[in-house]
């Protein structure tokens, strides 16, 4: 970026009015921002207050000679260090060194020629320039460093949870095999168990028509005793409920095996007609865990025809913003799944289109954040919580289905999430 040059600066130390009347006449053609100050403190305190190129210095001045100025100037205690050329009618070699050790760049010693004093001036001012324009850019191109660094440190992080997530789901891809096998075997017996059940209770019914044939006495009684007992009717009547129960937690553990299946490969790339609500009810199925102590979950559906997609990445997507909906709800809340045709929402997407929107009530977001939630690696969410990939991806996948996200949010509002696809994917390649 262009920066026009700053007027250069000079800084006139000397307590003799004289002497600066004159040196401030030499310069005054070609330096005309020139400061004056009439002892060291004066000096001080105006290179605190201005920036200042350069300083021409005397050594012999009162509450504070020039040598403590250089003292000073080399312990960083001016906003500015400026190139200090001394100008001093000590012409001793012990003092001349000894400025040029506390730091000066030239030594002038009076009576000076003009022209002499001139062209000292031009070039120490050029040399100081020049040296706080490459350390400005030194400090830009550190910042920049540093930025990049920690870019790389932050997209290092990223793809290690980005391989870690990959694990995850050949890890669950690999555990959902497992599960699946005695799970099998559990609802087939239980099938089974249910069969013999009923096999058994039309055997006792069988007994209990011929109980009242039986002329024992003894034998009717310790029989009723052991009905009452044993509470028969109620056990009659309990045992296929546990055993329905029992296979309706197998059938959802099945559900969730396959859910999971399908979520740990989102990289399919098969186009198939898919029921949406049967996507969002296997999402939700997904995240159950993290959502049933946050939130109440609100299904609104809709008519809607079958749509051709990839079923496991708009499984994803729809998991990722369930998530971020849960995470967005402090205390507990509500999120509100509704499906319908996009017939009455403005959209670039062409064609006949559904939508799905996922709206809580979490604390939202701001515009600057809606600006940017579609970012790589921008995340809102505390440091562990959120990789800054999910909504990034999601949009990806979205766009790879010739779709669009829609977003409406307000600080402490909730947020609304709109998934608008279209019915077909005429001329789609796979992956798109």
Not at 146 to 154: A, F, Y
Not at 315 to 321: G, P, R, Y
Request: aromatic share 6%.
């Amino acid at each position: 970026m262009y920066k026009p040059p700053r007027p250069q600066s000079i800084l006139l130390v000397d307590d003799n009015d004289v002497n600066r009347q004159l040196v401030r006449h030499i310069l005054a053609d070609t330096y005309p921002l020139v400061y004056e100050a009439a002892d060291g403190n004066e000096c001080l305190a105006t290179l605190q207050k201005y920036d200042i190129d350069l300083v021409l210095l005397d050594l012999n001045m009162p509450e504070k000679s020039g040598f403590e100025v250089l003292t000073e100037l080399q312990r960083n205690g001016a906003k500015r260090n400026p190139a200090v050329i001394v100008v001093s009618a000590d012409s001793d070699p012990a003092s001349i060194s000894r400025t040029f050790q506390l730091g000066a760049a030239d030594y002038v010693t009076t009576p000076f020629n003009r022209y002499e004093l001139l062209a000292r001036v031009h070039t120490h001012l050029a040399l100081h320039n020049r040296e706080q324009e490459l350390e400005e850019r030194v400090q830009e191109r550190t910042a920049e460093l540093m930025e990049t660094n920690r870019r790389l440190q932050e997209t290092h992080g990223q793809l290690l949870q980005a391989e870690k997530m990959v694990s995850l789901g050949q890890l669950a891809a690999g555990v959902a095999h497992e599960i699946n096998n005695p799970v099998g075997y559990i609802s087939s017996n239980m099938d089974t168990l249910r069969a013999y059940f009923d096999d058994l209770l039309a055997v006792l019914d069988a007994y209990q028509e011929t109980e009242e044939s039986i002329n024992n006495i003894q034998i009717k009684d310790e029989l009723q005793e052991l009905k009452c007992r044993l509470n028969l009717d109620f056990l009659k009547e309990d045992i296929p409920h546990l055993v329905d129960e029992s296979l309706q937690g197998v059938r959802r553990v099945k559900q969730i095996v396959a859910d999971l299946k399908g979520f740990s490969h989102p990289e399919q790339q098969e186009w198939q007609q898919v029921d949406l609500h049967d996507t969002i009810n296997s999402a939700l199925n997904i995240v159950h865990g993290q959502l049933k102590y946050k939130a109440e979950v609100v299904k609104q559906f809709g008519e809607l025809p079958p749509i051709e997609c990839i079923a496991p990445q708009i499984n994803q997507v729809l998991v990722n913003l369930l998530v971020n909906a849960g995470q967005a709800i402090e205390g507990r809340g509500t999120i509100t799944l509704v499906t319908g045709l996009a017939t009455d929402i403005k959209t670039r997407v062409a064609g006949d289109a559904v939508f799905v929107s996922v709206s809580d009530t979490g604390i939202g977001m701001s515009a600057d954040t809606q600006m940017r939630i579609f970012d790589p690696f921008f995340t809102s969410k505390p440091v562990g919580e959120g990789t800054g990939l999910g909504l990034s991806v999601s949009y990806g996948i979205i766009e790879n289905h010739r779709g669009e996200i829609l977003v409406d949010s307000r600080p402490q509002q909730g947020s609304c999430f709109t998934l608008i696809l279209p019915v077909t994917q005429t001329g789609a390649g796979p992956g798109h």
